[in-house]
């Protein structure tokens, strides 16, 4: 459930996540409540399927409060995005298709301050690598900084935006699952699919 905006320059950087850099024009900041009807709005028109409800939103923002972040150019609100911070048992749910990404239970995810054991980037809009620098910031922190990075891309522009970052298609009992193995996590010798294959 991911996109993009057109206006972002897709390709005006190589760099992979774990190589961004922060945008000086674009702040990023965990969203306001007062944020998330607008994000739903802009999520709903740009996002093939997009369909969480906004008191669901409010309540996964309040047990985790890195669930949705904000975009913004000034003082204007230009779009955000959306993690779930999945425990074991639900990036199990995530490969076996097992999981409502619309209505996620929470069984499947970290508890407050938990490393998660995956974290899926569950929907982008209004800005992409541009806004996504300062992102790699946050899960630079201890608790991210080895927890690789799943989401599913359903637009053609996602795809791009996705294969520029470094995400590659893996194995899933649905497919569609993009990952991203963390660069720390590379000692192994292995990418995403393969170390999926070996898990």
């Known amino acids: 459930m991911t996109s993009q905006s057109n206006n972002d320059r897709i390709g005006s950087s190589a760099s992979e996540f774990d190589l961004l850099a922060p945008v000086n024009d674009i702040r990023v900041r965990r969203a306001r409540r007062t944020e998330l009807a607008p994000l739903s709005q802009v999520a709903r028109r740009t996002i093939p399927g997009a369909a969480v409800g906004l008191a669901k939103l409010a309540g ?17 609100l230009i779009g955000g995005v959306a993690f779930l911070h999945l425990n074991c048992h639900g990036f199990d749910a995530l490969i076996l298709d097992e999981i409502d990404l619309h209505d996620p239970d929470p069984r499947f995810l970290a508890s407050p301050g938990e490393r998660p054991e995956a974290i899926y980037l569950w929907a982008i809009s209004g800005a992409g690598r541009s806004a996504l620098g300062h992102i790699r910031l946050r899960f630079s922190q201890p608790r991210y900084k080895a927890v690789d990075l799943y ?5 053609a522009a996602g795809e791009r935006l996705f294969a520029g970052l ?12 993009w990952a991203y193995q963390r660069t720390v996590n590379r000692a192994v010798g292995l990418g995403p699919a393969e170390f999926l294959r070996a898990a």
């Open 60 to 76: 996964l923002c309040k047990r985790e409060p890195d669930t949705v972040f904000s975009f913004l150019r000034g003082a204007e």
């Open 166 to 177: 470094g995400f590659q298609p893996v194995p899933s009992w649905r497919p569609g699952l």
């Open 151 to 155: 989401t599913r891309p359903v637009t």
